[in-house]
């Protein structure tokens, strides 16, 4: 691999690109078999000492599985693994997995309260809604079909905000001062209609995870309703449920409490 004067990357990070990217396109899909060290070596002009560097980083970070005897294979994807007893925005989620997140923003509108779902509770006050809709992906993979609906004009500027790099938790919390505390979904399945199903690269009436619900500030008050379609192929939830009538006692009163189950789906931030 020629390598250009000045150019800084070490000469098995650009091996690792190169790779990567082949991985990421599906050029080389899971269960293929990666060239051996010597071939990816002379492919690329490298020492074999360079080309097994290149390889361990895509191990390490489980792109590609090694088996001692067998060879070194693109990976499996994972399922994403999504804690439902912290408030995760769907950026953080992606990048702790290893991951590059993105997203295609599909629509952004003014609409009528009435058009979102009646369980958002909106103070009265609140008339209309910004109204967004994003495809959220991993690695260039669509995994999550999402629509968000935020009090106008209050947050009237997040359509200034470029939402295909940037996490709406964020977005609130560091360009309008919001305080986010609490996130209280309901869980449940849903069959994709023939317009989700595109954006999401699957089949019509695919049953996919729905996590519907609502964020709060600090004052208890709603700030962004959430409707999101998760692929069941792409995402898993954890859920940590202590068994009823193990109790924890208060050590500053004595009281004794019983812990809140996260099955409830309450995400504090």
């Not at 007893?85 to 950026?91: D, Q, V």
């Amino acid at each position: 691999m020629a390598r250009r004067a000045g150019a800084r990357i070490p000469l098995y990070e650009q091996v690792y690109t190169v790779i990567r990217a082949r991985i990421e396109s599906r050029e080389w899909p899971p269960g293929f078999q990666l060239p051996i060290e010597p071939e990816l070596a002379a492919e690329f002009g490298v020492s074999r000492g360079t080309a097994r560097q290149a390889v361990t980083r895509l191990v390490n970070e489980q792109l590609v599985d090694r088996s001692a005897g067998r060879g070194t294979f693109v990976a499996e994807r994972r399922p994403l693994s999504y804690p439902v007893n912290e408030l995760l925005g769907f950026t953080r989620l992606i990048e702790a997995s290893g991951r590059r997140p993105s997203s295609e923003v599909v629509d952004i509108s003014i609409v009528e309260r009435s058009c979102a779902p009646q369980e958002f509770g909106f103070s009265a006050g609140v008339r209309r809604l910004v109204s967004i809709k994003r495809v959220r992906l991993a690695d260039d993979v669509p995994v999550a079909l999402e629509h968000l609906y935020l009090p106008w004009p209050r947050f009237a500027g997040v359509r200034d905000i470029d939402l295909t790099a940037t996490g709406i938790y964020d977005a609130l919390e560091q360009d309008f001062g919001v305080e986010l505390q609490l996130g209280d979904f309901n869980l449940e399945i849903a069959d994709l209609t023939e317009r989700q199903a595109n954006l999401l690269d699957e089949k019509v009436g695919t049953p996919v995870f729905l996590m519907r619900g609502g964020v709060t500030d600090a004052e208890g008050t709603m700030i962004v309703g959430v409707s999101c379609y998760y692929r069941r192929d792409s995402f898993t939830f954890n859920f940590s449920m202590p068994r009823r009538g193990q109790h924890d006692r208060d050590e500053s009163t004595g009281s004794i409490t019983e812990p809140m189950p996260s099955l409830t789906v309450s995400m504090p931030a």
